[in-house]
């Protein structure tokens, strides 16, 4: 399995005062889910969003896919998130004014590399493989919560990312929904990504390859 990301001795402040993330070092690989837990306000949902250069880091280094993000400009942050990692969120974030195979289209519309003529099949594949398919023409607001979240994990898978980081994918689904999730996240790492997912939820244990407490 190969590295696909690697923290080292990384540092966290907020007003150069409240310390989050205080020498935290780990190696994330390919084909490996990752479970990140630990009390609230320990930093999880800070080291995910460094990990996925939406946030930086104070002090330390961050390598993902050999690249180290401390020193990358917003520019080269945004290609490398578009091609390399795709975000699972709690609060769904698809947009309301678009059906669901629109949406799952949406990362690929800022990726030229994917031509426009392939899109809608790459969408429907995806929502395929998530048994969504048959929400191709439903807005948002006539999906379950279940359902939304499925579609934003097809959203994610879009650009065919390396790295799927999910901040609490599945906070607000009921029992059976949440073993939906994960099982499809332990799908995705077993056909070789990296998925990192920060949780509270305990079951999470029985679908991680590795747990990571902070």
Do not use: W
């Amino acid at each position: 399995m190969a590295e696909t990301i690697n923290v080292k001795n990384l540092n966290k402040t907020y007003d150069g005062k409240t310390m989050i993330l205080e020498n935290f070092s780990y190696t994330f690989e390919s084909g490996k889910f990752y479970a990140i837990m630990g009390r609230s306000g320990a930093g999880k949902s800070t080291l995910l969003n460094i990990i996925g250069t939406i946030d930086s880091a104070t002090d330390g280094e961050v390598l993902v896919m050999g690249k180290n993000v401390t020193g990358l400009k917003e520019k080269e942050k945004a290609v490398l998130r578009m091609k390399n990692i795709g975000f699972v969120f709690q609060g769904f974030y698809l947009n309301p004014y678009l059906n669901g195979e629109e949406n799952v289209i949406v990362p690929m519309r800022i990726n030229r590399e994917i031509p426009s003529t392939d899109r809608k099949q790459i969408a429907e594949k995806l929502m395929a493989d998530f048994g969504v398919e048959n929400l191709k023409s439903s807005l948002p607001s006539q999906m379950s919560g279940g359902e939304q979240q499925r579609v934003c994990i097809a959203r994610a898978l879009a650009n065919n990312p390396d790295i799927i980081l999910a901040d609490e994918p599945t906070g607000n689904l009921d029992e059976e929904n949440e073993k939906i999730v994960f099982s499809y996240l332990k799908k995705l790492a077993e056909q070789g990504h990296t998925v990192i997912a920060v949780s509270h939820n305990e079951a999470v244990k029985d679908y991680a390859d590795e747990i990571v407490e902070m």
